[in-house]
């Protein structure tokens, strides 16, 4: 509750009763003011023609209601008061205390059945809800007895958000076949990696069902790109800074295009939290530092890459037919064994932006 108020100048300062204290800026409150002169209520949009307003403006009045529950302001530019809750103002403190994220960096050791879910269970709300907390909490999961075609592929990603069309279309067929000389059918090892680090807005999740599997070996591998950005940053703090500091040019040349993004290994948010790990040492185009500064862009390379290549990093487990491995490719590295024999694989993408939308609709996030 708001146990009592003081107008200052251009700013207003507020008591709370567990004897805390925050100052918002005036311009602040009154740009986000709802009334329906202010704010759309069918559309959720602001109406204030923010760049009119006073930036030092004055309250005229203000009292607090129900106990403190609320205030009611009246500013000098408007006719009518308008009330702001006590929970508004402390969901937008600064002062707020981070709410403990139920994500979990893990090792190979670390995953056990808890990544598994049914098709079937996702038809419930449920069940749906259950598959999301694994990508939240672990940043992937596998769906097991799916239909081995694109449907469960469309059903599972329409679910979520909607699949996003990219250089390789939107719902793809991938059959890796040695028989095939080309090296898109290779069948060696694919280390771990990210895709679209030559995308500016890399996919969020991808989507990997197995139709087919007549082969030997070809094992999906999974790597918490945050575990490793996690010891890195505990173990190696000059390694850490390089990767989170250099920005890497990814690219991708043919079909008719050149695309091409930078950015660090392991991007940070503005709270300094582990944001996004981009690294595909495939797709890396050249770059130039200063001598030094590549140097130790490559000493901290070899870390990092060293590590997603060490078992103990690796939850691998080779897909059966009906089974679907759905990863967030902004956290976790995927990689494949090297096989032989026939794989048909589908799949796509989904952005991440979306993703994070179905996690706040069903209260994850
Ligand atoms: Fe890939």
């Not at 409150?29 to 009119?52: C, M, S, V």
């Not at 139709?211 to 890195?232: H, P, Q, R, T, W």
């Not at 660090?264 to 797709?283: A, G, R």
């Not at 490559?298 to 997603?308: H, L, S, W």
Request: glycine share 4%; hydrophobic share 35%.
């Amino acid at each position: 509750m708001i146990k009592n108020f003081k107008l200052l100048n251009n700013k207003t300062v507020f008591y709370f009763n567990d004897n805390k204290f925050e100052t918002f800026p005036n311009i602040w409150l009154r740009d986000h003011i709802k009334n329906k002169e202010n704010w759309d209520f069918k559309t959720n949009q602001r109406i204030t023609y923010t760049a009119n307003l006073d930036i030092n403006i004055k309250v005229k009045k203000a009292k607090l209601l129900k106990k403190g529950k609320f205030i009611e302001i009246l500013w000098s530019d408007e006719n009518k008061p308008t009330k702001y809750s006590y929970e508004f103002l402390k969901k937008n403190s600064l002062k707020k205390e981070e709410t403990k994220s139920d994500t979990q960096f893990w090792k190979d050791k670390d995953i056990k059945n808890q990544i598994f879910i049914n098709y079937k269970q996702l038809q419930t709300k449920v069940g749906f809800k259950n598959l999301l907390k694994k990508i939240h909490i672990y940043g992937f999961a596998v769906v097991r007895n799916c239909s081995k075609n694109l449907n469960s592929v469309e059903y599972i990603a329409k679910k979520i958000g909607y699949v996003r069309n990219s250089i390789f279309g939107g719902l793809w067929t991938f059959e890796s076949n040695n028989k095939k000389a080309d090296s898109a059918y290779s069948n060696q090892e694919l280390r771990p990696h990210t895709d679209s680090t030559y995308s500016n807005d890399a996919p969020g999740l991808q989507l990997l069902l197995c139709c087919k599997y007549d082969a030997k070996g070809g094992d999906s591998i999974m790597v918490d790109g945050f575990k490793l950005a996690n010891e890195i940053k505990q173990k190696y703090k000059k390694h850490f800074k390089t990767l989170t500091n250099t920005k890497v040019k990814g690219s991708y040349i043919g079909d008719g295009v050149r695309l091409e993004a930078k950015r660090p290994i392991i991007k940070l948010n503005e709270k300094n939290n582990f944001d996004q790990i981009s690294f595909n040492n495939y797709d890396r185009a050249p770059f130039r530092e200063t001598n030094q500064k590549t140097i130790n862009f490559y000493r901290a390379i070899k870390v990092f890459d060293t590590m997603a290549n060490q078992k103990q990093y690796q939850w691998r487990h080779i897909l059966k037919p009906g089974e679907l491995l759905i990863f967030n490719n902004w956290r976790v590295m995927h990689g494949r064994g090297k096989f032989s024999g026939i794989r048909k694989m589908a799949g796509c993408y989904i952005n991440k932006e979306d993703f994070d939308s179905c996690c706040r609709m069903n209260n994850i996030i």
